[in-house]
C-alpha cells in the first residue's frame, strides 16, 4: 500500500480537501493500492473539516462531514511515500520535524510542476473555499499522474 500524506496548518480546510478530491479522483479512476490521508501541522486533533470546506466539496459528492483533523507526527511522515504541504512555511515545518524525509515532501504546486502556495481560506466566504478547492483540484490530478507514473517506473 502507498502512502500519501497531505498537510497543512489546522488540517480542517486545505489538507482536508486535498485528502477528499485525492481519494475521490483515485476512486474515479479505479486506482486501488493508494491510501490518502492527511494532518497538521497545528491541528487540534478531533476538530471537524471547516462547514465551508464540506459545502465546497459537496459540490461534487464528495463527503467532508466525517473528517476530523489529525496532529501531524514524525511517524505519519516516516510512513508515507510522499508528503505534500500546502505552503513552503507548511514544508519547512515538516522538513524540521523529520529531515530525513527531504526526498519525499514537497508542496502540492511544486509537486504538480508549479511555483506558489495555497492560501488559507479559513474566515473567508464559501467562494474562496470553492475556488481554492478547485485549486487543489486541478493539482491534485497533475500531482497524481505524476505519483502513479512514478510507481509504475520503480
Same mark, same amino acid.
Given at each position: 500500500?502507498?502512502? /500519501?500524506?497531505?498537510?497543512?496548518?489546522?488540517?480542517?480546510?486545505?489538507?482536508?480537501?486535498?485528502?477528499?478530491?485525492?481519494?475521490?479522483?483515485?476512486?474515479?479512476?479505479?486506482?486501488?493500492?493508494?491510501?490518502?490521508?492527511?494532518?497538521? *501541522?497545528?491541528?487540534?486533533?478531533?476538530? +471537524?473539516?471547516? +462547514?465551508?470546506? /464540506? !459545502?465546497?466539496?459537496? !459540490?461534487?459528492?464528495?463527503? %467532508?462531514?466525517?473528517?476530523?483533523?489529525?496532529?501531524?507526527?514524525?511517524?505519519? *511522515?516516516?510512513?508515507? !511515500?510522499?508528503?505534500?504541504?500546502?505552503?513552503?512555511?507548511?514544508?519547512?515545518?515538516? %522538513?524540521?520535524?523529520? +529531515?530525513?524525509?527531504?526526498?519525499?515532501?514537497?508542496?502540492?504546486?511544486?509537486?504538480?510542476?508549479?511555483?506558489?502556495? /495555497?492560501?488559507? +481560506? *479559513?474566515?473567508?466566504? %464559501?467562494?474562496?473555499?470553492?475556488?481554492?478547492?478547485?485549486? /487543489?483540484?486541478?493539482?491534485?490530478?497533475?500531482?497524481?499522474?505524476?505519483?502513479?507514473? !512514478?510507481?509504475?517506473?520503480?
Amino acid at each position: 500500500m502507498k502512502r /500519501i500524506l497531505f498537510v497543512c496548518t489546522g488540517n480542517t480546510c486545505r489538507s482536508s480537501m486535498a485528502e477528499g478530491i485525492c481519494s475521490d479522483l483515485l476512486l474515479k479512476q479505479g486506482v486501488e493500492g493508494v491510501n490518502v490521508s492527511s494532518a497538521g *501541522i497545528y491541528a487540534l486533533s478531533g476538530s +471537524p473539516a471547516s +462547514p465551508e470546506a /464540506i !459545502d465546497a466539496l459537496s !459540490d461534487w459528492g464528495i463527503d %467532508l462531514s466525517g473528517h476530523r483533523a489529525r496532529l501531524l507526527t514524525p511517524e505519519l *511522515i516516516a510512513e508515507a !511515500d510522499l508528503v505534500l504541504t500546502m505552503t513552503s512555511g507548511q514544508k519547512a515545518a515538516v %522538513l524540521e520535524m523529520a +529531515p530525513e524525509a527531504k526526498e519525499k515532501v514537497f508542496t502540492l504546486t511544486e509537486y504538480a510542476g508549479f511555483g506558489g502556495d /495555497i492560501p488559507d +481560506p *479559513i474566515g473567508k466566504p %464559501l467562494f474562496f473555499y470553492r475556488q481554492y478547492a478547485e485549486e /487543489i483540484r486541478r493539482l491534485c490530478q497533475m500531482a497524481l499522474a505524476r505519483f502513479l507514473s !512514478d510507481e509504475e517506473k520503480s
